[in-house]
């Protein structure tokens, strides 16, 4: 029988932000920019009367606020990339008679819990939060207590022993990650070290801006996805184009959602090598 949980379809965050005592009486928008790169972006935001400019990559700043980034990226902007790649991989799931509440989850990059609280609200089994950021974990636990069941503020790219033994030990067989692969926030070695927890046979979900898949790209990810699907280290089982969310000047931005699974282990020498190109 399908549980309730798992036909959830609407996203999660209109009523969790309901219940989040924001201070945010108004975001402003920059009129009249042109060719404003990404993650150079910005906003002007009044928290309770006072006004300040705040970009919008500084994530630790936006999540000190409770509910500005619920307003900002998805009231505003139209953000609907949690919901997305969640729903995309329940299908694939239910595409492979397999069921998300056999699922623990490694959601790296888990920022205030958006990806958490979409995979909770279909009944994964155990959802476990990785950023570099204490801001985020502090903005998870505050708005969205009680949705994973540890949440961890490491460096994937310079793991410590005693945390991957930890995180080894827990048998993770599913690696989510969300609008956070690029822009130098997680780069590439952090990526393939999370793929490695994952037990062989488990299922990849993640989000990633589409022009970092193109050959001009300089993350190093276009690079590593390829070589991942030639040495069939990661079979692609669905890949959707889709508009993430708009830009501050009203462009749509485009990203790729993709469920794969991890059909063999990582060999020894993808960890040593350098994605990233070396900078002149």
């Known amino acids: 029988m399908t549980s309730i949980k798992e036909t959830v379809a609407a996203p999660v965050w209109p009523q969790r932000l309901s219940e989040i005592d924001s201070k945010v009486d108004e975001i402003y928008l920059p009129a009249g920019e042109e060719h404003v790169g990404q993650d150079a972006e910005w906003c002007e935001v009044v928290v309770d009367g006072d006004q300040r400019r705040i970009r919008f990559h500084d994530y630790d700043e936006i999540y000190a606020i409770p509910g500005l980034y619920e307003k900002l990226f998805y009231r505003q902007l139209k953000c609907c990339s949690p919901s997305r790649v969640v729903r995309l991989l329940h299908d694939v799931l239910r595409d492979f008679n397999d069921s998300v509440e056999k699922l623990n989850v490694l959601d790296l990059g888990a920022g205030n819990g958006m990806v958490g609280d979409e995979l909770a609200?279909?009944?994964?089994?155990?959802?476990?939060?990785?950023?570099?950021?204490?801001?985020?974990?502090?903005?998870?636990?505050?708005?969205?207590?009680?949705?994973?069941?540890?949440?961890?503020?490491?460096?994937?790219?310079?793991?410590?022993?005693?945390?991957?033994?930890?995180?080894?030990?827990?048998?993770?067989?599913?690696?989510?990650?969300?609008?956070?692969?690029?822009?130098?926030?997680?780069?590439?070695?952090?990526?393939?070290?999370?793929?490695?927890?994952?037990?062989?046979?488990?299922?990849?979900?993640?989000?990633?801006?589409?022009?970092?898949?193109?050959?001009?790209?300089?993350?190093?990810?276009?690079?590593?996805?390829?070589?991942?699907?030639?040495?069939?280290?990661?079979?692609?089982?669905?890949?959707?184009?889709?508009?993430?969310?708009?830009?501050?000047?009203?462009?749509?931005?485009?990203?790729?959602?993709?469920?794969?699974?991890?059909?063999?282990?990582?060999?020894?020498?993808?960890?040593?090598?350098?994605?990233?190109?070396?900078?002149?």
Request: proline share 5%; hydrophobic share 40%; with cysteine.
């Open 121 to 280: 609200a279909r009944g994964v089994s155990k959802i476990v939060g990785v950023d570099v950021l204490p801001e985020a974990r502090e903005a998870a636990h505050r708005d969205r207590a009680g949705i994973y069941d540890h949440y961890f503020v490491v460096d994937l790219s310079d793991l410590p022993e005693p945390m991957e033994k930890r995180l080894s030990d827990m048998r993770l067989n599913c690696l989510t990650s969300v609008a956070a692969l690029g822009f130098g926030d997680i780069p590439p070695k952090a990526f393939i070290k999370a793929l490695d927890l994952i037990e062989t046979g488990g299922w990849i979900a993640l989000t990633i801006k589409e022009d970092f898949l193109h050959e001009s790209d300089d993350t190093g990810f276009c690079r590593l996805v390829r070589r991942l699907t030639r040495e069939k280290i990661m079979q692609t089982q669905a890949y959707r184009r889709y508009r993430h969310r708009f830009s501050i000047t009203g462009e749509p931005l485009y990203y790729v959602a993709m469920v794969s699974q991890k059909r063999c282990e990582i060999p020894d020498h993808m960890f040593c090598e350098e994605w990233e190109p070396v900078q002149a």
